[in-house]
């Protein structure tokens, strides 16, 4: 069954309305290689300006930094010695052993795309590095199930698309920014200097100068057909395209096999419907902590408790009113 089709879900809450699966990225960061093909293609296809002198970090090897308004994938680079590979590992034997959210048994469905290279048949092993390694990971958009920017967004600028992607229409955005706070990922935000004023001055150059920006999962591609230009041009198959159902499945079998490996830190993130954003579109393969990654551990959408919080409220709003009235009548005693 759809993600997108059961009661209380995204087609009940946010209108996506469609019985067709969702579609959505599976990010093996295991075999990621850092080569920001991503990141290039994403930029070109989009036509979103670079990110400051493309000067190297000093905390490491990246350029970009983090997601934002101009940058919709970006690359991480984290290094890491033997005593923390080994913290990682046993990190993942105690999460494999109470249990963990979408860790389940090999599975023999099919791959969310088809690749731009058939590699099936390459050694997609890990090089065996025990003292050292490099994290790298490609993230994007989470395109949640529950999206607090769809939520928030006060002029219906921001959609549900036929795909299940959240996609911002630039030409209806009027920059108030009050998406970008809503956001537990950190990912969208305004396309310029800040949020502090919603009525930034747009340049003719780029009339999309003070609206909201992010992912779109290239919606102009998907209608016509085509893959996201990111998977479609990673070289590794580290980012793959596809249907949800089919990408986690993948996913799953992914980490089972590593496991096996004796790489018990890898796990996924975004693949459990019970967390606070209803599970994402964007699935990753992990190899250490969310936290490693520059991701929430335990993500919640802003919105998920208003009405418990408007309940709350009410209550203590006749609270109030019954006190007061009690006052009232033994102040006339």
Not at 95 to 116: H, N, Q
Not at 280 to 285: A, D
Request: glycine share 12%.
């Amino acid at each position: 069954m759809s993600l997108l089709a059961g009661p209380g879900g995204p087609a009940a809450e946010t209108g996506w309305g469609h019985d067709h699966e969702r579609k959505g990225f599976f990010t093996d960061t295991s075999i990621c290689i850092g080569c920001k093909a991503c990141e290039v293609a994403c930029k070109e296809w989009n036509r979103n300006p670079i990110d400051g002198n493309l000067e190297i970090l000093g905390s490491s090897y990246d350029n970009t930094g983090e997601l934002g308004a101009n940058t919709w994938r970006h690359v991480a680079f984290v290094e890491q010695g033997q005593e923390r590979i080994e913290e990682a590992r046993e990190s993942g034997r105690k999460l494999v052993s109470l249990g963990m959210p979408g860790i389940g048994p090999k599975s023999s469905g099919p791959r969310g795309a088809t690749p731009a290279g058939d590699l099936s048949d390459v050694d997609r092993t890990p090089p065996d590095t025990p003292e050292f390694r490099w994290l790298m990971s490609s993230d994007v958009c989470k395109h949640c199930t529950n999206a607090g920017c769809l939520d928030v967004c006060p002029t219906g600028a921001i959609f549900r698309s036929e795909f299940g992607s959240v996609v911002v229409q630039q030409d209806v955005c009027n920059g108030c920014g009050t998406c970008v706070s809503a956001c537990p990922f950190g990912v969208i935000e305004r396309r310029d200097d800040g949020t502090v004023s919603p009525f930034a001055v747009r340049e003719e150059e780029d009339p999309r100068q003070g609206t909201a920006s992010k992912c779109t999962l290239c919606y102009d591609r998907l209608v016509d057909g085509e893959e996201p230009a990111c998977s479609a041009t990673c070289p590794t198959q580290s980012i793959t395209f596809g249907d949800h159902p089919d990408l986690t499945a993948d996913a799953k079998q992914r980490v089972a096999d590593l496991h096996e490996r004796g790489m018990t830190e890898a796990r996924l993130y975004g693949t459990n419907p019970k967390d606070g954003v209803g599970g994402t579109g964007s699935v990753f393969l992990l190899l250490d902590e969310p936290e490693v990654y520059g991701l929430p551990p335990d993500p919640q959408v802003p919105t998920k408790s208003l009405t418990r919080t408007y309940a709350r409220t009410g209550l203590a709003a006749a609270g109030m009113v019954a006190v007061a009235a009690l006052s009232f009548l033994g102040a006339r005693r």
